[in-house]
């Protein structure tokens, strides 16, 4: 069955940088467009980064909040996507979420903690 599995999580400073990881299974991952959301208590999920899949390149879009600052990976030998996640504000603060287009599949997210 489709999995998406993230990791990387944790509580880190302003300024400071993480990565995040999501691994992913039971379909076809190369032509899949994927992105990484995020949702803030009492917010709505917000899409931050997406990545094209081997039919249009590999292209990369990102929200104004985090061009600049965040990166998106992929590598579809391994079945994985990535975020990198540098110069932290408090205000990324959130769960962040991988997501699927092709398989229409969320992973369960993991948590982001941006503090001193």
């Known amino acids: 069955q489709v999995q998406l599995v993230e990791s990387g999580g944790g509580l880190v400073q302003p300024g400071g940088s993480l990565r995040l990881s999501c691994a992913a299974s039971g379909f076809i991952f190369s032509s899949s467009v994927m992105s990484w959301y995020r949702q803030a208590p009492g917010k709505a999920r917000e899409l931050i980064a997406s990545i094209g899949g081997s039919t249009n390149g590999g292209s990369t879009n990102y929200a104004d909040s985090v061009k600049g600052r965040f990166t998106i990976s992929r590598d579809n030998a391994k079945n994985m996507v990535y975020l990198q996640m540098n110069s932290l504000k408090p205000e990324d603060t959130a769960v962040y979420y991988c997501?699927?287009?092709?398989?229409?599949?969320w992973g369960q997210g993991t948590q982001v903690t941006v503090s001193s």
């Open positions: 997501y699927a287009r092709r398989a229409g599949a």
